[in-house]
């Protein structure tokens, strides 16, 4: 048998060699990450200003810190690296986009420094710019991955620390690059550059707790991937968070419980009359209310018949391929294109003015193509064994699905359901345009009380369907545009905090269902 | 077969002995050990252990697929593992890389040693194991890449080839070697022939056969020193099955193979020592290949190996 | 088995004399609707007889043919599906044709004077180009975050993260756009103004970062599935011979499932060009082009914003160009879905070749 030249000439020890002055080195530019990012973010955000102090330091001096204390880690790391003192696996080169990446921050750093700072022309600070970035890009490759991961960061922290240090960069500090009418303040770039700079440093430790190598990079890769997830699931809770703070309180103001069954909740269940001193959002809730029934009833019979259709019957084909292709294009469409769609094909024909009723159907036609695409995927899914045993005893199709597949995919179907209210519940463009008349109304659509039989076509009408109503995404707009939260602006928070409510709650049911019913499959 | 006896050695007892004096997890796994272990004890063993087994348990959430497994398997020879559908013989060979851990309802209790060191210790580097411990699947599964890149893929990820713009410029581009080790690893899997000339073809368009030998040479080249196959050839041909059953025994020459299955002729033909798992997830005779066919000591083996059960 | 029962013969199971029956109710049930939507078209006042004509037949229908009456509302069903788009598509052309007619390319792009209704001229130009300079500026934040969400979520999530994560980016997904907008309104363009030094409230950034928040979710979902329909198999050929997680994601399961990631951003871009409200809100809604182009802290108005901040006080060309600002945000949308949705049966059939 042929030569084996790759042959592992010493076979490589199965276990990891731990190596505490790495993990210790390594593990200080994370945590100075995250503290960089609670204390930088806190600033940002206006809570704290950059002159205030936290546990008797200043915030400036404390950013600066940070910024030494990671750069420098990483910096020991490079040396101890270098000379064999910490044991690590890195491989021949960092690579081309480690590279590239700091080359880029090299080129833009040097840039702008010349151009802005010392005025250079564009033939002075271009060539220059690039050398330095293709320098900095150069040396990176070249090294070995150890130095050309540990080195640039460390630097890059480093100088920005210097930089506030030495007050190239203060506080006071202002650009405004001419024509642009834009001013960066020191204020908001100190804390903002801090953060880059521990996101950097923290990548370049993640990738050094390994090892570097293989490892190393996989370290460094699931570190910005885990901080990604981590920042989403911190913009929920913050949006969250802040509408509830902001409207919470406003919200449930003045609300009267007993005597006896006696209950008043006035945002809640007044509506809106200056002359009474009512701010209440009552007849925004009911109107979408009426609006998520009247989509219901469009919808739902339609798109799940649709969906049994389009899997039970139809032969996968260029029929099914045709419906698939207008569904998700429905989809996708933009709401304020529905809107303008009902605004042509509605309301000439349902009494020439905006209305309830015209809303309703517009709001069916988007939940239509959700409820099409959740039931059609339940459906799929249910296995076709039950359907064969069904049919094996002879059972007819129709029966086959009314008592075997329907019942199966009625989990999926409901959770898209419920999902798919969340979504319109919150729609605002298309009632814009179809339903909206005055936002701030003091009275609640009477639909129950309006039926009336009448001798001639249509033999039913209702008035309070044909009339325009409000609804809560559009309360809180015409707040927005008539002014009323300028004035009063917990009134506009008040009315995102119960749309946000009643939204999200259809979301939490639906992915509630949703996980439950899984788990109880798997079981 | 070329495999060294080694009659004077006997590590099957002396390393079950030494390892159970160090191993944390199974100080009292002593009886269930014996229970599974009286058919066969008398097997003499060959050549050096490159895994020992002991006493493992493999559960699916609260399903046991495995119980109390503990057998040595020997170095450059092919061991062959059969047993009915169901048995535990994947979820077995899936331990000895630890591919397990990618299952995650699967959880491992006992111990698997690589000439000596414990694969199941904590800080253990899987990518090392890995290397060192190579897989080929049931299906073929090359990756839908050329051929030349199926091969020298596992090479590239452990650093040991580089081409590319980045290799160019540090002076260091070994597309000649990667072209030396193509060429080898292709014709240790006895594909060469018939691949030589479009190795910049997609591998998806090779043949079921040419795909799972694409996948072998592939193993080969991260040059391990054991190979776990899970029924290689149960998707070919009897043509395509024969090369794979010839590329096997080649293969022993130099490596420790271990090999899943269904075949009971292939079993017999290819092995050197056979293991024969049944339902429940036991192990119930492990011994000569010769042996277990001709002469097994438990009746039911013989009532399996004869087709009368299973 | 299911193949054989995917045909209609069974129902003869049921209803084996019924052969006959039911041509003339599906017919007249076909009539009767055909006709109330033609009514509710040209002469709404009577569409009400054909509703109830058609509610007649199928109740008749339901009670002697079940099965058939029930297929054959279904079909019904779907066809109307289908129908809704061509009824938008019908009339969005219908009601823009007049603009498009009247200001020829003129309303795609032309210099100076852009919206003026003295002078009767609407061209779309800023608009346009306010659509794209935040959709690029959306996509600049959706797809890398949504896609290492996906990533995030699908491969290298242990189980409780998993948990936690996936019902975040759906919830994501649930926030109204016009609470995007109410905060863009009331917090961020005040911040924007003390901080950046703005002069006016509203900026391209700002719009172009909080549409790029809500179009996250879309591509983090599609994507997501798109990553884990990646077959084990595949993944654990690179495991097997001692590859890293990280590089078999970044060498098998990223390149397998390229397509559908590509979908996945597209139908990201589809959700942010089509973004209403926040930009409504948060933008100025000024008929004119940031100074210089690409200046993103200046303000300027997008497709969707100018239909929703101006169809209150337009009539006659002024409304039709806004049909026409409509026409053309349906048209991208409509292409990116599309396109998106060949990219994704294609990746349907390579995994199946691959499998
Ligand atoms: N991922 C898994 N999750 C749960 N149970 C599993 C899983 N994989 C295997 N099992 C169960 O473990 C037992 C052993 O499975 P395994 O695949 O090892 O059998 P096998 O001997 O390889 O069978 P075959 O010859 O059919 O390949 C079976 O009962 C199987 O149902
Ligand atoms: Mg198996």
Redesign the pocket.
């Known amino acids: 048998m042929s030569e084996r030249t790759l042959r592992n000439q010493s076979r490589d020890p199965l276990a990891v060699e731990y190596s505490a002055a790495l993990a210790g080195l390594s593990v200080v530019p994370i945590a100075t990450f995250f503290a960089a990012f609670v204390v930088g973010g806190l600033t940002l955000a206006g809570q704290r200003s950059l002159g205030s102090t936290i546990l008797g330091i200043e915030i400036e001096t404390v950013l600066t810190a940070l910024l030494f204390v990671a750069g420098g880690c990483l910096l020991a790391i490079s040396v101890g690296s270098r000379y064999g003192v910490i044991e690590t696996t890195p491989d021949r080169s960092a690579g081309l986009g480690v590279a590239s990446g700091f080359g880029f921050v090299a080129f833009s750093g040097i840039g702008l420094a010349m151009s802005q700072t010392f005025g250079l022309g564009r033939l002075v600070w271009a060539p220059l710019a690039l050398i330095g970035g293709l320098t900095v890009a150069g040396a990176i490759v070249f090294a070995r991955e150890d130095l050309g991961v540990t080195v640039p960061a460390g630097l890059f922290s480093v100088a920005i620390g210097s930089l506030v240090l030495f007050d190239g960069l203060t506080p006071a500090w202002a650009w405004s690059p001419a024509g642009f009418g834009v001013t960066f303040n020191g204020t908001v770039l100190i804390p903002l550059l801090t953060i880059v700079a521990g996101l950097v440093t923290a990548w370049a430790a993640a990738n050094a707790f390994e090892g570097f190598g293989a490892a190393g990079r996989q370290a460094g890769a699931f570190f910005l991937i885990g901080a990604n997830a981590t920042l989403i699931l911190l913009v929920l809770l913050l949006l969250i968070a802040f509408i509830v703070k902001n409207g919470f309180w406003y919200a449930v103001d003045g609300i009267e419980i007993g005597p006896g069954l006696n209950f008043h909740w006035p945002f809640v269940m007044d509506g809106y009359d200056v002359v009474l001193n009512q701010k209440g959002i009552y007849p925004a809730i009911i109107g979408t209310f009426w609006l998520v029934v009247g989509a219901l009833v469009m919808a739902v019979p339609i798109g799940v018949g649709a969906a049994v259709f389009l899997t039970e019957y139809a032969e996968e084909g260029r029929f099914t391929s045709v419906i698939d292709i207008a569904t998700n294009g429905l989809w996708s469409t933009p709401s304020v294109v529905f809107g303008l769609f009902g605004y042509a094909f509605l309301v000439p024909r349902l009494g020439n003015n905006t209305s309830l009723l015209a809303g309703m159907i517009v709001l069916g036609f988007m939940l239509l193509p959700l409820v099409l695409i959740t039931s059609r995927e339940a459906i799929k899914s249910v296995p076709d064994e039950y359907r064969d045993a069904s049919a094996a005893l002879g059972v007819s199709k129709w029966e086959t699905i009314k008592d075997v597949t329907i019942p199966s995919a009625m989990p999926g179907i409901v959770t898209g359901i419920i999902i798919g209210i969340g979504r319109i519940a919150g729609e605002t463009a298309p009632i814009l345009i179809v339903t909206a008349d005055n936002p701030q109304r003091s009275s609640a659509p009477a639909i129950m009380g309006s039926f009336e039989l009448t001798t001639s076509p249509p033999f039913i009408v209702n008035e309070a369907l044909l009339s325009g109503s409000s609804a809560l995404p559009y309360q809180l707009y015409g707040a927005i545009t008539t002014g009323v939260v300028g004035d009063d602006p917990g009134y506009g928070w008040a009315t995102a905090f119960v749309l946000l409510l009643v939204v999200l709650s259809f979301y939490v049911i639906g992915i509630t269902t949703r996980i439950y019913f899984r788990k109880k499959l798997q079981a | 077969m070329s495999n060294t006896q080694n009659a004077s050695h006997d590590p099957a007892e002396s390393n079950r002995d030494d390892r159970s004096a160090d191993a944390v997890t199974q100080t009292t796994a002593g009886e269930s050990q014996e229970e599974t272990q009286t058919e066969w004890t008398d097997y003499e063993f060959r050549g050096e252990p490159k895994l020992s087994v002991d006493d493992l348990d493999v559960y699916?959430?609260d399903?046991r697929?495995l119980q109390g497994i503990t057998m040595d398997i020997p170095e450059n020879s092919v061991t062959a593992l059969i047993?009915p559908?169901?048995?535990?013989?994947?979820?077995?060979l899936r331990c000895l890389n630890r591919m397990n851990d990618r299952?995650k309802?699967?959880s491992v209790d006992g111990s698997v040693e690589l000439e000596g060191e414990e694969i199941y210790q904590d800080g253990l580097d899987l990518v090392t194991l890995r290397k060192r411990v190579g897989m080929v699947f049931q299906s073929p599964n090359p990756f839908p890449k050329t051929i030349r890149d199926n091969i020298s893929y596992g090479p590239r990820k452990h650093g040991d080839i580089e081409t590319g713009l980045l290799a160019r410029l540090l002076g260091d581009d070994s597309g000649e070697r990667e072209e030396k080790l193509v060429e080898r690893c292709l014709k240790q899997a006895a594909l060469w022939e018939e691949v030589s000339d479009r190795l910049d073809d997609n591998a998806l368009g090779l043949s079921g056969g040419q795909q799972q030998r694409l996948c072998i040479a592939r193993c080969l080249a991260v040059d391990p020193e054991v190979i776990l196959m899970d029924?290689p050839a149960s998707a070919l041909d009897p043509i395509a099955t024969a090369k794979i059953e010839d590329l096997i025994e080649e293969l022993a020459e130099e490596y420790t193979v271990v090999v899943?299955t269904?075949n009971m002729q292939q079993a017999a033909r290819i092995s050197d020592q056979t293991a024969v798992?049944l339902t429940g997830?036991e192990l119930v005779e492990f011994d000569d290949t010769d042996k277990i066919f001709e002469n097994p000591e438990s009746q039911r083996v013989e009532d399996y190996v004869t087709g009368k059960f299973g | 088995m299911s193949n054989s029962l995917r045909t209609s013969d069974s129902s003869d199971i049921e209803n084996p004399t019924a052969g006959d029956g039911r041509s003339p109710v599906l017919v007249a049930g076909g009539a009767t609707l055909a006709g109330a939507l033609l009514s509710f078209l040209f002469v709404p006042g009577v569409t009400v007889f054909f509703v109830l004509a058609f509610l007649g037949v199928a109740v008749y229908g339901w009670f002697v043919h079940q099965e058939a009456t029930a297929k054959g509302l279904m079909f019904l069903a779907t066809i109307s599906t289908a129908l809704v788009l061509v009824l938008i598509t019908a009339y969005l052309f219908l009601r823009s044709f007049p603009a498009f007619e009247q200001m020829g390319l003129e309303i795609l792009y032309t210099n100076g004077d852009y919206w003026s209704r003295g002078d009767d001229r609407y061209s779309l130009y800023p608009a346009i180009w306010g659509t794209v300079l935040t959709t690029i500026l959306a996509t600049l934040v959706a797809a890398p975050l949504g896609v290492a969400s996906a990533i995030f979520i699908s491969e290298i999530a242990p189980s409780w993260a998993h948990e936690i994560v996936k019902p975040a980016v759906e919830t994501l997904a649930g926030i109204p756009s016009i609470v995007y907008g109410f905060i863009g309104f009331t917090i961020i363009n005040g911040y924007m103004m003390d901080n950046f030094g703005l002069t006016s409230s509203g900026s391209i950034v700002v719009v172009g970062v909080v549409v790029g928040l809500m179009a996250l979710p879309t591509v983090a979902s599609v994507a997501e599935d798109a990553i884990s329909s990646v077959p084990d198999h595949m993944k654990d050929g690179a495991v097997a011979i001692g590859a890293t997680e990280w590089q078999t994601i970044k060498s098998v399961t990223l390149p397998a499932s390229f397509s559908g990631i590509s979908a996945a951003v597209l139908l990201g871009v589809g959700r942010a060009v089509g973004e209403t409200m926040a930009a409504t809100v948060i933008l100025g809604n000024v008929m004119q082009l940031p100074e210089p182009l690409y200046n993103v802290f200046g303000n300027t108005v997008t497709l969707t914003s100018l239909i929703a901040s101006q169809y209150g006080n337009a009539h006659g060309l002024h409304m039709q160009a806004l049909f026409a600002a409509g026409v053309i945000l349906f048209l991208t949308v409509m292409a990116l879905s599309i396109t998106a949705q060949l990219i994704e049966a294609r990746v349907k059939q390579n995994l199946g070749g691959e499998l």
């Not at chain 2, 559908?85 to 077995?92: D, I, P, W």
């Open positions: 699916y959430g399903e697929a047993g559908s169901g048995c535990g013989k994947s979820t077995f299952i309802s699967a029924e899943v269904h798992f997830g």
